[in-house]
Structure formats: structure tokens, C-alpha cells
């Protein structure tokens, strides 16, 4: 079992930056794939980015890359999403998320969801 807490959400002018974190509790955290996902108003839930158990591979969308980058620290159980260059459209709540298996590239295999943090970003 893991339980996810993000924090460090908030709101910010257009071209800021925020960082994220999502602790994590249990002893199997290292084990797992983290994934960060957000979903605006009115959206579909969407893939952000996502880093193996050991932290040397990450992946990202199109539309954050170069912009966003994620990192974990096992020791900590904790992921983190830096933000950087923020855009109106980055405005969504923001949930990490923990796959435990095979195939993390999609949603549907994230085990555990944290309850979201509200990222808005204004014009």
C-alpha cells in the first residue's frame, strides 16, 4: 500500500515557476514508477511526466518539455515536479501517482493517486 500527498501547489504569474512535491508513505515506494498527471476543468486527466523506481529515466509531454523536469529522492519517498516557465494553459490540479507494474505509460496501470494540488497560473 502507498499513500501520496502532494504539495506545493499554488498560483503564479505567467513565465513563474512552482515546485511540486508528493510524499509518499510505505516501504515499497522505491519499487515504484512515479507519474505526475493533471487535469483542468472541463478535461480529460492527462499525462505530464513519470520516472523509473531508480530515478535515470524520465519521460515527459510534448507540451513540458524543456520546461518541466522530474525528480525523486528514494531516501525521502518523495517525487517532485519542477515547473518552470509557466503558462495559463499549465492552470489544472496536479495528482502524482504510483504504478507498481509493467506498462506505466499508461494511466490505467497507476495503482495510487495522491488527492491533487491546485496549480493556477495567470495571464
Known amino acids: 500500500q502507498v499513500q501520496l500527498v502532494e504539495s506545493g501547489g499554488g498560483l503564479v504569474q505567467a513565465g513563474g515557476s512552482l515546485r511540486l512535491s508528493c510524499a509518499a508513505s510505505?516501504?515499497?515506494?522505491?519499487?515504484?514508477?512515479m507519474g505526475w498527471f493533471r487535469q483542468a476543468p472541463g478535461k480529460d486527466r492527462e499525462f505530464v511526466a513519470r520516472?523509473?523506481?531508480?530515478?535515470?529515466?524520465?519521460y515527459y509531454a510534448d507540451f513540458v518539455k524543456g520546461r518541466f523536469t522530474i525528480s525523486r529522492d528514494n531516501a525521502k519517498n518523495t517525487v517532485y515536479l519542477q515547473m518552470n516557465s509557466l503558462k495559463p494553459e499549465d492552470t489544472a490540479v496536479y495528482y502524482c501517482?504510483?504504478?507498481?507494474?509493467?506498462?506505466?505509460?499508461?494511466?490505467?496501470?497507476?495503482?495510487?493517486w495522491g488527492q491533487g494540488t491546485q496549480v493556477t497560473v495567470s495571464s
Open positions: 501517482a504510483a504504478c507498481s507494474g509493467f506498462g506505466c505509460n499508461d494511466i490505467n496501470k497507476y495503482d495510487y
Open positions: 510505505g516501504r515499497t515506494f522505491s519499487n515504484h514508477v
Open positions: 520516472i523509473s523506481w531508480s530515478g535515470t529515466i524520465t
